[in-house]
């Protein structure tokens, strides 16, 4: 009996054996299957996965290039600073116990919202970002918190800085966090402020400590950016800056915009626009105030149109500065439309009619040259098509075709309206009659310059066409000359040193529904100085001034100024009266 109960419970010793053995065997093959699955079958994902988690790889730049203005004063300049991330992940059990205390110290040195730290520093995340651009002090308080190895990590980077604030802020436009250009010649010329990149790997260990994959013992530097110098004259810029601001200011406009450009080379020399930004802190302000509305933004230019319509109707034969027009007396219909000007003229001479700005002789001019010689003319001034000046969202402006337009439309266009134009290229176009009759390229950058002060490239002078001969551009300045003496509508642009050509401007403004509105209009000054010999041409535009709306109330005081003020720092003397020199520079400049 003994013996084969014995026997029995061997044998079921042996069965609970066997099926144990089984059951681990089985569970060694689970678990070697799932090796089998995790190394061959995921094992680029896992790889990857770790290497995420381990690995960084991050672009290296160098220091974006400074813009200077053509004095080589910095307008734009990089700066390094610190910024600070956090990676979650690493904080240990003993730490996070206490993290309510480290979320209230990081928010106070940070002055930050203690809700998002407390999110951060709980995120099962990798790495966040807690302050990009830190302070210096606020760098060394972090330091002081007592986070363990490696939870916070202090990376070097380059802020972008404007030292003048808000001086040509549109023009520039600003730089992003990442360093990389978003509006403005920041975003034109990202590729040359931009030094070339280098890609760097880190890995961290178990501890947070980091250490360089680069195969390289001592992996090359990025490069910096090269400089770029501009043609803006900083203190040009502050003069027509100001002027502008007092302008639309006084007059309780919208907005307003004034370039001055030297016609000999087609630099130019301020380009501004009002309201005004900071670009250190362009979050602050609605997008539409960073935009650079001089080349962006088209508008009716109003009667500055009947200078080139008179530069068209000269150059076709047709006309001459003493060819009289009948004008109606203040009223003239074209089949149902009513044409009136301000005044009441009977017979006007050419020079007249653009001294005195008379809508209806406009309308007669235009009549006699055709549709099609006006639209030649005012295309090749460069109405219709961008100027190709370096600045980000240039507009074409528009001028339709000549088989497209009514009689109505002929004469609107012959004073300006029908036609829209934007600041860079009416400042264009009028110093192609300032210098000759040559239409020049506008340009902002003067050169681009290398780390190490070499010159990169230069930019010369580029002549686009001849548009009207010689002596039909001095007929036109003779002409612009008398607006601005006694009786025309720009005397209040006289300037007492120097004889002044310029042509007022004021245009109704287009309503909601497309019709002109009553109440609303922008008013224009444009001109040159001195006469004989220009050295500058300046726009003034201001957007739905009150008090008064006429171009020579409101823009042609705020061009003396700027005119006045820029030829005193310039030294011009107002004795230089050589025309010669004129044709002469013009013909060394671009060869024509």
């Given at each position: 009996m003994r013996y084969g109960k014995k026997q029995t419970d061997d044998k079921k010793i042996k069965r609970r054996i066997v099926l144990v053995g089984v059951i681990f065997t089985f569970l060694y093959l689970i678990i070697a299957a799932r090796v089998v699955h995790l190394q061959v079958f995921q094992r680029d994902f896992l790889a990857d996965k770790a290497s995420r988690e381990y690995k960084k790889t991050y672009v290296d730049t160098g220091k974006r290039?400074?813009?200077?203005?053509?004095?080589?004063?910095?307008?734009?300049?990089?700066?390094?600073?610190?910024?600070?991330?956090?990676?979650?992940?690493?904080?240990?059990?003993?730490?996070k116990r206490k993290i309510s205390d480290k979320t209230a110290a990081i928010a106070e040195v940070?002055?930050?919202?203690?809700?998002?730290?407390?999110?951060?520093?709980?995120a099962d995340k990798t790495f966040l970002w807690l302050k990009r651009d830190a302070t210096p002090a606020e760098e060394a308080a972090m330091k002081k918190l007592g986070f363990d190895r490696g939870v916070l990590e202090f990376i070097p980077e380059r802020k972008r800085v404007y030292p003048n604030r808000t001086l040509a802020a549109q023009l520039f436009g600003f730089s992003g966090i990442d360093g990389n250009g978003l509006e403005g010649l920041e975003y034109a010329c990202d590729n040359i402020l931009k030094g070339p990149s280098v890609q760097r790997t880190m890995v961290r260990d178990a501890i947070g400590g980091?250490?360089?994959?680069?195969?390289?013992?001592?992996?090359?530097a990025a490069s910096d950016g090269n400089n770029i110098v501009l043609t803006i004259d900083s203190t040009i810029q502050c003069i027509t800056e100001?002027?502008?601001?007092?302008?639309?200011?006084?007059?309780?406009?919208?907005?307003g915009m004034a370039v001055v450009m030297a016609p000999h080379t087609?630099?130019?020399?301020?380009?501004?626009?009002?309201?005004?930004?900071?670009?250190?802190?362009?979050?602050?302000y609605n997008e539409s105030v960073w935009r650079n509305r001089v080349v962006t933004d088209s508008f009716e230019?109003?009667?500055?149109?009947?200078?080139?319509?008179?530069?068209?109707?000269?150059?076709?034969?047709?006309?001459?500065?003493?060819?009289?027009?009948?004008?109606?007396?203040?009223?003239?219909?074209?089949h149902s439309h009513q044409i009136h000007d301000a005044h009441s003229y009977g017979w006007l001479s050419l020079r007249q009619i653009v001294k005195y700005s008379s809508n209806i002789g406009a309308v007669k001019v235009s009549e006699m040259i055709g549709r099609q010689a006006l639209w030649e003319t005012l295309r090749g001034f460069g109405f219709g098509t961008k100027t190709g000046v370096r600045c980000p969202g240039e507009t074409n402006g528009i001028l339709s075709y000549y088989t497209r337009?009514?009689?109505?439309?002929?004469?609107?266009?012959?004073?300006?309206?029908?036609?829209?134009?934007?600041?860079?290229?009416?400042v264009t176009a009028l110093s192609a009659i300032a210098n000759g009759g040559v239409l020049l390229k506008p340009h902002v950058v003067k050169k681009v310059v290398a780390p190490d002060g070499g010159l990169v490239r230069k930019i010369d002078v580029e002549r686009v066409r001849r548009v009207i001969s010689v002596n039909t551009a001095r007929t036109i300045q003779s002409m612009m000359a008398g607006v601005t003496r006694e009786?025309?509508?720009?005397?209040?642009?006289?300037?007492?040193?120097?004889?002044?050509?310029?042509?007022?401007?004021?245009?109704?403004?287009?309503?909601?529904?497309?019709?002109?509105?009553?109440?609303?209009?922008?008013?224009?000054?444009?001109?040159?100085?001195?006469?004989?010999?220009?050295?500058?041409?300046?726009l003034v535009v201001v957007d739905a001034p009150q008090k008064s709306h006429y171009g020579g109330t409101v823009t042609a005081p705020a061009f003396r100024r700027i005119a006045s003020e820029t030829l005193n720092y310039l030294g011009v003397d107002p004795n230089h009266n050589n025309r010669d020199s004129l044709r002469v520079s013009i013909d060394k400049e671009v060869g024509g």
């Open positions: 290039g400074t813009i200077y203005d053509r004095n080589k004063t910095e307008m734009a300049v990089s700066i390094d600073t610190v910024s600070i991330g956090v990676h979650p992940r690493l904080i240990q059990e003993t730490s940070l002055n930050a919202d203690y809700n998002d730290i407390l999110r951060k520093l709980s980091g250490f360089s994959t680069d195969h390289q013992a001592d992996p090359p100001t002027v502008l601001a007092d302008t639309v200011r006084s007059f309780d406009a919208i907005s087609g630099e130019v020399l301020a380009m501004a626009n009002y309201p005004f930004f900071n670009p250190n802190t362009f979050g602050r230019p109003g009667s500055t149109m009947k200078v080139f319509l008179a530069a068209g109707a000269i150059e076709s034969g047709l006309c001459k500065p003493g060819t009289i027009f009948f004008c109606e007396q203040g009223a003239y219909r074209i337009w009514t009689d109505i439309d002929t004469g609107s266009i012959a004073f300006g309206q029908g036609i829209s134009v934007s600041a860079i290229q009416l009786g025309g509508t720009g005397e209040r642009a006289a300037i007492e040193e120097y004889t002044v050509c310029g042509k007022t401007g004021t245009a109704q403004k287009l309503g909601e529904q497309g019709e002109y509105t009553d109440d609303e209009f922008i008013a224009s000054f444009m001109g040159f100085a001195p006469a004989a010999d220009p050295e500058i041409a300046v």
